[in-house]
């Protein structure tokens, strides 16, 4: 992998022209050097010159870095969204299935509480849900109902009737149990 360097930014570029200043004394300054250097005949300007044409080239290289780098993130966006797509999919033909499921049990499980007598289908629905009791009460002939609520404990009747009342009461959307 190639490694991108950042361009220096404006303080970095008069850093950078004082350090090349220095070294250019230090040079002269040492008296090592017999023969002019290349550093020793560069000067102020140019360096400021040359840091400002690198400025705009080092920008947009980073720009487009930057941009790369989004088009990418934005690629694994797509295809996480993709994939999280055909889960809902999944999940809808799913949730469809379990309620058509739901429907046609309910409906054969009514069927089967209308089929029994009152004093066998009342232990059962003590053991069930007081919820699916109560629905399932409800969708059973008022006398059969009835004969049912009267075979159960006391106090799941109660329960089951109060849940059955507050279904038909519009006004109220609380589950009393």
């Not at 970095?12 to 220095?22: C, D, M, P, S």
């Not at 088009?71 to 999280?84: F, G, H, P, T, Y």
Request: one cysteine or more; proline letters at 4%; glycine letters at 4%.
């Amino acid at each position: 992998m190639i490694a991108h360097r950042r361009a220096p930014k404006s303080g970095h570029r008069v850093r950078l022209a004082f350090a090349a200043g220095a070294l250019l004394l230090a040079s002269v300054a040492s008296g090592h050097a017999q023969e002019k250097s290349p550093l020793e005949s560069i000067t102020q300007d140019e360096i400021q010159k040359y840091c400002t044409s690198i400025a705009d080239p080092a920008r947009d290289q980073r720009y487009l870095l930057q941009k790369q780098d989004l088009e990418k993130l934005q690629a694994d966006v797509d295809s996480r969204i993709a994939v999280l797509e055909a889960r809902k999919v999944e999940y809808e033909d799913w949730l469809k299935r379990r309620n058509d499921f739901l429907v046609q049990a309910e409906a054969g499980l009514v069927e089967i509480y209308k089929k029994m007598k009152a004093d066998a289908a009342a232990p059962q629905l003590e053991e069930v849900n007081v919820g699916l009791a109560a629905a399932i009460l409800m969708k059973l002939p008022a006398r059969q109902s009835s004969l049912i609520l009267s075979e159960m404990d006391a106090g799941k009747a109660g329960a089951v009737a109060s849940i059955m009342s507050s279904a038909a009461d519009p006004t109220t959307s609380k589950d009393p149990s």
